[in-house]
Each structure stands twice: as C-alpha cells, then as structure tokens.
C-alpha cells in the first residue's frame, strides 16, 4: 500500500512564498508521476503541476513562472515552491502519484493567502 503524507501547508499574506512537501512510501512502481493538485471551496479539483520520474514537468497557466515542482527520487518525495502567492491560490492541495495501475492521494494541507 502506498502512503502519501504532505506537509508545509500555512497561511500566508499576498506576494509571500510556502514549499509544500510530499513524501511516498510503500511499494511504488519506479516509472510514475507525481503532482499537486487544488481544490478551492466550491471549485473543482484542479492541477497544479506535474513531474515525472523523469523530470518532465507541467503547470496550469495560473502558476506558471510563480510555481516550481521538484522531485527527489531516492526519496520519492515532490515539492512545490510557491512564489508570489495570490489570494486566489488559497485551497486545500493534494498530493497524487500516477502509476501505470494505480492512482494515490495524499490527505491534503491547506494554503491560505490573506489580501
């Protein structure tokens, strides 16, 4: 079974910057993908970003050149260095990894961003 467990979540005023981490464990295929995705109170589940076992990345345009994801594979853990942060990117963000078979979330943290 695999766990993800986030952490790095907070409050935050506008133009401030958080690192969201998430570490995997248990039994993880080596070719997957893992990413952030949001969801904000009344909106659906939305990506944030991606990157692959290989390093490939992809980010919504609503982030691009504000957010980061890094990965380190011997460790199986993902970040999100957010910059610039916007009240508008306050939600709940979820840790996912994409295996061929599988799909796995994390519990979720919470990013707030006061105006």
């Known amino acids: 079974q695999v766990q993800l467990v986030e952490s790095g979540g907070g409050l935050v005023q506008a133009g401030g910057s958080l690192r969201l981490s998430c570490a995997a464990s248990g039994s993880i295929f080596r070719l997957n993908v893992m990413g952030w995705y949001r969801q904000a109170p009344g909106k659906q589940r939305e990506l944030v970003a991606t990157?692959?076992?290989?390093?490939?990345?992809n980010y919504a345009d609503s982030v691009k050149g504000r957010f980061t994801i890094s990965r380190d594979n011997a460790k199986t853990t993902v970040y999100l260095q957010m910059n610039s942060l916007k009240p508008e990117d306050t939600a709940v963000y979820y840790c996912?990894?994409?295996?061929?078979?599988?799909?796995?979330w994390g519990q979720g943290t919470q990013v707030t961003v006061s105006s």
């Open positions: 990157i692959t076992s290989g390093s490939s990345t």
């Open positions: 996912n990894l994409r295996t061929i078979r599988n799909e796995y």
